[in-house]
């Protein structure tokens, strides 16, 4: 099956810091979504993209699908950023389920 | 409108004592998926449905995992005998399906099963 690896595991930054999350993934999608899972574990859905660039606020995400990875932007970094980022994407004909990567954990310091 | 919900939020059971895990998608959502997550870890795929038809049941562990969705609305996931590695959040997905074409995902709040 497919493979997503993402990168950095572990990230602290310093409240208004930007911060780059990567994705890489092993084979070509159908599907590519980024989630924050919040501290209560509620997975929260920040973007559907399987394909090019998209912002909402102080985030923003760009998959380049050709080269097989997809970035996560982070401006100006709050407190209520902090979490677990996931990755994760739907590969393969006829294939509807998310596979997931080990996600980045987030932790933003006033 | 109403997001995904699950019930119940946490659950603890004996270990072979039968639990039932509750999910209701999105209004109008044909797909359901669910899925376990262990502790630090990403969610796994379990089971996934379309309309009332379990389309991939690939993801489950055991055959003691069991789920149905006989209206093609509401599911329910059912483990028998729990074991103690069965301990994890079972999450509950639904999204749109047209055809090929895989659509936004949305999750519900999840059940935190502990089996003791």
């Known amino acids: 099956g497919i493979q997503v690896e993402q990168s950095p595991p572990d990230l602290i930054l310093q409240e208004g810091a930007n911060s780059t999350l990567r994705c890489n993934f092993s084979?070509?999608?159908?599907?590519l979504q980024w989630f924050h899972q919040n501290p209560w574990g509620q997975l929260i859905n920040l973007f559907y993209i399987p394909s090019g660039t998209k912002q909402n606020g102080r985030l923003s995400a760009t998959t380049v699908a050709t080269e097989r990875y997809s970035l996560l932007y982070i401006s100006s970094s709050q407190t209520t950023d902090s979490g677990v980022y996931f990755c994760a994407v739907v590969s393969g004909a006829g294939s509807y389920q998310l596979t997931f990567g080990k996600g980045t954990k987030l932790s933003v310091i006033p | 409108g109403a997001g995904v919900s699950q019930s119940p939020r946490y659950k603890v059971a004996k270990r072979g004592q039968d639990v039932a895990l509750r999910c209701d998608p999105i209004s109008g959502h044909v797909s359901l998926f669910w899925y376990q997550q262990a502790l630090g870890q990403g969610p796994e795929f379990l089971t996934y449905?379309?309309?009332?038809?379990?389309?991939?049941k690939s993801g489950l562990p055991s055959d003691r995992f069991f789920a149905e969705r006989p209206e093609g609305s509401v599911s329910t996931l059912k483990i028998q005998r729990t074991q103690q590695e069965d301990s994890a959040v079972y999450l509950c997905?639904?999204?749109?399906?047209?055809?090929?074409?895989?659509?936004?995902?949305?999750f519900g709040p999840g059940t935190r099963l502990t089996v003791t």
């Open positions: 449905f379309q309309n009332e038809a379990q389309l991939d």
């Open positions: 997905a639904s999204s749109l399906v047209w055809g090929a074409i895989s659509y936004e995902q949305y």
């Open positions: 084979d070509s999608v159908n599907n």
